[in-house]
């Protein structure tokens, strides 16, 4: 059998406006396509034959085996989330694989950012407290230098809140942390649990504009040492105490609030029970906890796949709950749900400067960090921002009282504004 030029290979399963250029030397696609794809090797092939979808893509990609320009990585994504990418019948895929020759169903071995996939066999998903803090460290323990680069000076790794549509990213934060601030009803004096605090941000914030006592926790090394340091040159050692320690080690307990912001999303939806148990316990009488959250749209739509892009690349063992299943594993908990917000579309405009910073930072990012680690994060933010402006993912805001005999000790009507 003659073999098929291994670009018009790919542009038959493709099936997007893209100029190939490959390995032997072949050419498809519009000429004056804006977006070229060079293939390098047949271990691109190999890739994207071994792991149909977005995976194999995304393996040849990180590997450097496949090149793609023409295009930032939001237009790119959007270009390939347009097509029907790979939508052949089965004998037209074993037809184009018989004419690329056997090179292409050879095994090639992942690229080294990503989780093996021992890691997603049956019985592994307990999120055991070693297991979830060495997933908590592939995400978060890369570059703090990096993470400067990509959040900006905030070190906020959560949606921010846009007050208005032109704010910039970092009022957007500011505006964040305040709101949930505020949503607490934070006052002088008072004791603030922040669970998975990140880089302490919101931990300065309540300690410098409402007098508060925070112990704040981080499964992330590198991130409490980080905030660590910026609470000393704040001048707030004696009010904020950042931690390198899991939230179910925290032995403090009457705390009159707690903040959990971008944390449930590691704790797994089999520990949900356990993790608003945990802090429900941790209140006083009429004390307020906030949680904030990315999930799914419904309890109904797919769930992160164990096997794909995200858990192997970005967030192992990471599970989205639906809003609702948050709802009632507080309410089984003892909480009362006093308001619940949608930020949906601010978390597409923050992740738009998120992309936007990257891009910014690129060739030193690629220096910081590698070129598999920076096109890791450059499609992840991408396709997350992707995500959040087609609803197919949300991010809520729940704010809950352990109200105590009827008494919930919040104000008649909402207090904290826009």
Same mark, same amino acid.
């Given at each position: 059998?003659?073999?098929?030029?291994?670009?018009?290979?790919?542009?038959?399963?493709?099936?997007?406006?893209?100029?190939?250029?490959?390995?032997?030397?072949?050419?498809?696609?519009?000429?004056?396509?804006?977006?070229?794809?060079?293939?390098?090797?047949?271990?691109?092939?190999?890739?994207?034959?071994?792991?149909?979808?977005?995976?194999?893509?995304?393996?040849?990609?990180?590997?450097?085996?496949?090149?793609?320009?023409?295009?930032?990585?939001?237009?790119?994504?959007?270009?390939?989330?347009?097509?029907?990418?790979?939508?052949?019948?089965?004998?037209? %895929?074993?037809?184009?694989?018989?004419?690329?020759?056997?090179? $292409?169903?050879?095994?090639?071995?992942?690229?080294?950012?990503? !989780?093996?996939?021992?890691?997603?066999?049956?019985?592994?998903?307990?999120?055991?407290?070693? %297991?979830?803090?060495?997933?908590?460290?592939?995400?978060?323990?890369?570059?703090?230098?990096?993470?400067?680069?990509?959040?900006?000076?905030?070190?906020?790794?959560?949606?921010?809140?846009?007050?208005?549509?032109?704010?910039?990213?970092?009022?957007?934060?500011?505006?964040?942390? @305040?709101?949930?601030?505020?949503?607490?009803?934070?006052?002088?004096?008072? %004791?603030?649990?922040?669970?998975?605090?990140?880089?302490?941000?919101?931990?300065?914030?309540?300690?410098?504009?409402?007098?508060?006592?925070?112990?704040? $926790?981080?499964?992330?090394?590198?991130?409490?040492?980080?905030?660590?340091?910026?609470?000393?040159?704040?001048?707030?050692?004696?009010? $904020?105490?950042?931690?390198?320690?899991?939230?179910?080690?925290?032995?403090?307990?009457?705390?009159?609030?707690?903040?959990?912001?971008?944390?449930?999303?590691?704790?797994?939806?089999?520990?949900?029970?356990?993790?608003?148990?945990?802090?429900?316990?941790?209140?006083?009488?009429?004390?307020?906890?906030?949680?904030?959250?990315?999930?799914?749209?419904?309890?109904?739509?797919?769930?992160?796949?164990?096997?794909?892009?995200?858990?192997?690349?970005?967030?192992?063992?990471?599970?989205?709950?639906? !809003?609702?299943?948050?709802?009632?594993?507080?309410?089984?908990?003892?909480?009362?749900?006093?308001?619940?917000?949608?930020?949906?579309?601010?978390?597409?405009?923050?992740?738009?400067?998120?992309?936007?910073?990257? @891009?910014?930072?690129?060739?030193?990012?690629?220096?910081?960090?590698?070129?598999?680690?920076?096109?890791?994060?450059?499609?992840?933010?991408?396709?997350?921002?992707?995500?959040?402006?087609?609803?197919?993912?949300?991010?809520?805001?729940?704010?809950?009282? %352990?109200?105590?005999?009827?008494?919930?000790?919040?104000?008649?009507?909402?207090?904290?504004?826009?």
């Amino acid at each position: 059998m003659n073999r098929m030029p291994v670009a018009d290979a790919l542009a038959q399963v493709l099936q997007a406006p893209i100029r190939f250029h490959a390995y032997d030397g072949s050419t498809a696609g519009p000429a004056d396509a804006a977006i070229t794809a060079e293939v390098k090797s047949s271990k691109a092939l190999a890739y994207m034959v071994s792991a149909p979808g977005e995976l194999g893509l995304a393996r040849a990609y990180v590997s450097g085996e496949l090149d793609i320009s023409g295009a930032d990585h939001y237009t790119l994504l959007r270009t390939f989330a347009k097509q029907k990418i790979g939508d052949l019948t089965w004998a037209q %895929r074993v037809s184009v694989l018989r004419s690329l020759g056997p090179e $292409v169903l050879q095994w090639v071995e992942p690229p080294p950012q990503e !989780v093996g996939a021992k890691r997603y066999l049956s019985g592994l998903r307990a999120h055991s407290k070693n %297991r979830d803090a060495a997933a908590i460290s592939h995400h978060y323990d890369v570059s703090n230098t990096f993470y400067e680069w990509v959040l900006g000076p905030s070190m906020a790794y959560t949606c921010a809140v846009f007050p208005t549509e032109d704010a910039t990213l970092e009022q957007a934060q500011e505006e964040k942390f @305040d709101l949930v601030c505020r949503k607490l009803g934070l006052e002088p004096g008072m %004791r603030l649990l922040d669970v998975g605090c990140g880089w302490g941000g919101m931990a300065v914030h309540a300690a410098r504009n409402y007098g508060v006592d925070v112990i704040a $926790v981080t499964l992330s090394r590198q991130q409490a040492e980080w905030g660590q340091k910026s609470v000393a040159e704040a001048g707030l050692s004696d009010h $904020v105490d950042i931690r390198f320690q899991d939230y179910r080690d925290v032995p403090e307990g009457g705390f009159d609030r707690i903040s959990s912001i971008g944390l449930t999303e590691h704790i797994g939806i089999a520990q949900l029970p356990s993790y608003a148990h945990r802090l429900a316990s941790k209140l006083k009488p009429q004390g307020r906890l906030l949680n904030h959250c990315i999930t799914r749209p419904d309890d109904h739509s797919a769930p992160i796949s164990p096997r794909g892009f995200i858990a192997r690349y970005v967030f192992p063992d990471g599970e989205l709950p639906g !809003v609702g299943k948050l709802v009632r594993e507080f309410q089984r908990a003892g909480l009362e749900v006093q308001h619940e917000e949608n930020l949906r579309v601010h978390y597409a405009k923050t992740l738009t400067a998120w992309c936007d910073n990257l @891009d910014a930072h690129w060739d030193e990012a690629l220096r910081e960090v590698g070129q598999g680690t920076a096109r890791v994060w450059a499609t992840y933010l991408a396709g997350s921002r992707i995500g959040f402006e087609r609803n197919e993912i949300q991010l809520h805001q729940l704010l809950l009282t %352990r109200t105590t005999d009827g008494v919930s000790g919040m104000p008649l009507r909402p207090t904290w504004g826009s």
